[in-house]
């Protein structure tokens, strides 16, 4: 039985934290400035995070490790097993040559790659992060824009940026519903608040996208179809979380956003296109081969379109079944509770934490919902059970460096978690006072960043945030909400996000690379989060605040 503590170095907050930090520090300063392999990085601070757990904080070298083993198991089961099997129908419609298709209906749409962006990594992305959420967009669009030319490169940008807004509601909300749970704040109260700030946000990231294909002349010439779709996105995703259902936020926004795109681009159109070089296997070409571009000019019929889009109407059509509660209800059956072997922690107060409790919702995680839409597109491309399982293959190949770097950040969020080092930074910053209305993003920022999941960012700090609020005589539900909305920034520089998108582009060992193009994003937008916090918590905003 381990104990908590939260001040382990002279009885200092201030000195405790800036040793619980150190595990993170070192993770992001090989990533972006050492430019060292993911996996490597994480691996190092994973062993810097135990030691700092046994030698510092006093825990059992055995419960840290068991710790690290529920991480990694984390890790793999829901989120990997989300991942891989999105990867999977991806790779399906690349066997069959449907994605072709797909990627020539995108282009008749428009051929200019900042509208691609958009409608692909932002509106796209967000209908996939409110459907399956834990990485999937970052996979799925990252390699249809590569499939349109895009650089590899650029592709996990584009894809790592985009998938910021939409985060909160993610997996039909399940963010702001476990932020209920921990908070015991009502989950509609904090989806409406939440849905006051990211579409703000929302607002500037088609913008950003178009800024990160074609510079500022991009956004001078194409302007009007980024502030469309964010402008369409921001209301949807207020109106729907405010006024409809918070699960259903995303969904609606996506859909609406990518509609505007599509009927604006019909009446007015950028006066100098903008396509970018050709992207031949992976990197860039002068010239394009004869096969691509008979592949990029060969009409479609119909019949050929309609299956090339029928993954994804499969996977939203499987995905919205099983939100029907009494499907729901039936999948739930196969849910299982239990308890870590061997684990056993109590918070600094002394009460038996919840982290030891590993849940296996067989049915209802969205991995096996996107497993049986992936057996269904099989059917739907008249795939042949041993090329899908080829393909599955070759998909577990792909992602096998990334599989091994997220099992390792889930193991070192884990092993800070457990230990208290998570909760000792957290604690500090959250004697800010009435300042703290403008570090409260930052704490949900940070939680993304170490775990790449707004959930289980919710699940650390969501409590502590509701606490620092009543101490500072802060407005409690803004704080809270302010935890889920500064968590969508830190989605971007995640390692674990950051190895999806790495591996989904054929990037993998360059992580360091991408990290270096978005973190710029995610601070910039962080400190725009935090002032509109801080405002909000003021009698300038407080109109905003439920």
């Known amino acids: 039985m381990y104990q908590q503590v939260l001040d382990p170095v002279a009885g200092s907050l201030t000195w405790s934290s800036l040793v619980a930090a150190l595990p993170l520090l070192v993770l992001f300063v090989m990533l972006g400035v050492l430019r060292v392999t993911a996996w490597v990085a994480s691996l190092v601070s994973l062993a810097l995070a135990v030691v700092i757990a046994v030698a510092v904080y006093g825990m059992p070298a055995g419960q840290a490790l068991l710790a690290g083993t529920e991480g990694a198991a984390f890790g793999f089961f829901p989120i990997l097993w989300i991942v891989i099997n999105a990867i999977w129908v991806f790779q399906m419609t690349v066997e069959t040559g449907h994605f072709d298709v797909l990627r020539r209906s995108f282009a008749q749409v428009s051929d200019d790659h900042r509208i691609q962006a958009i409608i692909i990594a932002f509106s796209f992305g967000a209908l996939m992060e409110a459907l399956a959420g834990f990485g999937t967009p970052v996979a799925v669009s990252s390699v249809m824009l590569i499939a349109l030319g895009f650089k590899p490169l650029k592709a996990a940008v584009l894809a790592l940026t985009a998938n910021t807004a939409p985060v909160a509601f993610g997996a039909m909300a399940t963010p702001i519903i476990t932020l209920g749970k921990v908070t015991g704040l009502s989950s509609d109260t904090l989806g409406a608040m939440v849905g006051r700030q990211t579409p703000i946000l929302a607002i500037f990231v088609p913008l950003a996208l178009v800024i990160i294909v074609d510079g500022a002349r991009g956004l001078r010439e194409t302007w009007p179809v980024a502030l469309a779709c964010g402008v369409v996105f921001a209301i949807a995703q207020y109106a729907t ?306």
């Open 241 to 546: 979380s405010n006024f409809v259902s918070v699960p259903l936020a995303d969904v609606v926004a996506s859909l609406l956003s990518a509609a505007a795109v599509v009927g604006l681009v019909r009446l007015w159109r950028p006066s100098r296109p903008y396509t970018g070089p050709a992207v031949i296997a992976g990197g860039a070409a002068d010239e394009p081969t004869p096969g691509f571009a008979e592949r990029v000019a060969r009409p479609d019929n119909r019949a050929e379109t309609a299956r090339a889009y029928a993954p994804y109407a499969i996977i939203i059509v499987v995905f919205v079944i099983c939100q029907l509660p009494p499907v729901k209800s039936l999948l739930d059956r196969a849910t299982f509770t239990v308890r870590w072997p061997g684990l056993h922690l109590l918070s600094a107060k002394g009460v038996e934490t919840a982290l030891p409790t590993f849940t296996l919702n067989l049915l209802t995680t969205p991995g096996t919902q996107m497993l049986v839409a992936g057996v269904i597109t099989m059917a739907a491309l008249r795939l042949s059970p041993p090329r899908a399982l080829s393909a599955y293959g070759a998909t577990l190949h792909q992602l096998r460096w990334a599989i091994l770097t997220v099992m390792t950040v889930l193991a070192l969020a884990f092993v800070m978690n457990a230990s208290g080092q998570t909760i000792t930074l957290g604690t500090w910053m959250a004697g800010a006072g009435g300042a703290f209305a403008l570090l409260s993003p930052i704490l949900g920022w940070l939680g993304v960043a170490v775990t790449g999941s707004d959930t289980s960012s919710n699940s650390l700090f969501g409590a502590l945030q509701v606490t620092a609020a009543r101490q500072a005589g802060l407005p409690e539900v803004l704080m809270a909400a302010a935890n889920s909305s500064g968590g969508v920034l830190g989605k971007m520089i995640s390692p674990q996000n950051l190895a999806i998108a790495a591996a989904a582009v054929g990037l993998n060992g360059k992580e360091g690379d991408i990290f270096r193009r978005v973190i710029v994003w995610s601070l910039v937008f962080l400190i725009a989060l935090c002032a509109l916090s801080a405002l909000q918590a003021s009698p300038i905003l407080s109109w905003m605040v439920l």
